[in-house]
């Protein structure tokens, strides 16, 4: 299994793919690593050879990935609650943050639903 930026690579995937696994690589970065490395996108990531690799390694060291980015994005969130900004204040109440409405979804933010207990009549 090949390792790159601290993660497994899958052997039996397509390297386009196999590339996802790095978080803050998508697809079409994925794709753009391998054009600017000049591999070819439908081999498996265990037919590299260490040359191959050496250079997928340098081409993905060019961009923010893994912890620096997870690190970064957490520092953004954090400022924005700080200052008290609309989506600081969604993200402290732990509400979605996009403009999503909450009358009668957002389970995956809110959490699981609480009874309300009613009045006899």
Known sequence: MARINGVDIPNNKRIEIA??????????LSNKILADA???????AGQLSQDELVKIRDEVAK????GDLRREVNMNIKTKMEINCYQGTRHK?????RGQ??????RTRKGKGKVVANKKK
Do not use: F, Q
């Not at 696994?21 to 079409?28: F, L, P, T, V």
């Not at 000049?38 to 498996?44: M, P, Q, R």
């Not at 961009?63 to 893994?66: A, I, L, P, R, V």
């Open 19 to 28: 590339l996802t696994y790095i978080y803050g690589i998508g697809r079409s």
């Open 101 to 106: 409405r909450t009358n009668r979804n957002a």
């Open 63 to 66: 961009y923010t990935t893994e």
């Open 38 to 44: 000049k591999i070819d996108i439908n081999k498996k």
């Open 93 to 97: 109440k732990g509400l979605p943050v």
